[in-house]
């Protein structure tokens, strides 16, 4: 079974790769972090590597994930999957 295992997560890893390179690819900028909306068309970006970006512009593309749930229901974030 633990073999099984680390070939998956090796799968994971390498889609999770594979995904956060393809926006760099076109040239896209890709920001992880927190952000809010400090302003009209202006984003404040805590980042996961530390520090703030604050970026702005005509348009903006923003993914969502969970993770306002996971604080909201803290058994969530215990939960493996």
């Not at 980042?47 to 702005?56: F, M, Q, V, Y």
Request: charged residues 30%; glycine residues 10%.
């Amino acid at each position: 079974m633990g073999s099984v295992r680390r070939r998956k997560r090796l799968m994971v890893e390498g889609l999770q790769e594979f995904h956060l390179n393809q926006p760099m690819a076109s040239g896209a900028n890709l920001f992880r972090g927190e952000a809010r909306f400090v302003g009209p068309r202006t984003l404040e970006v805590d980042l996961r590597d530390g520090g703030k970006k604050t970026i702005s512009g005509d348009r903006c593309l923003s993914t969502w994930v969970l993770m306002p749930l996971y604080r909201q229901f803290p058994d969530w974030a215990k939960r493996s999957p």
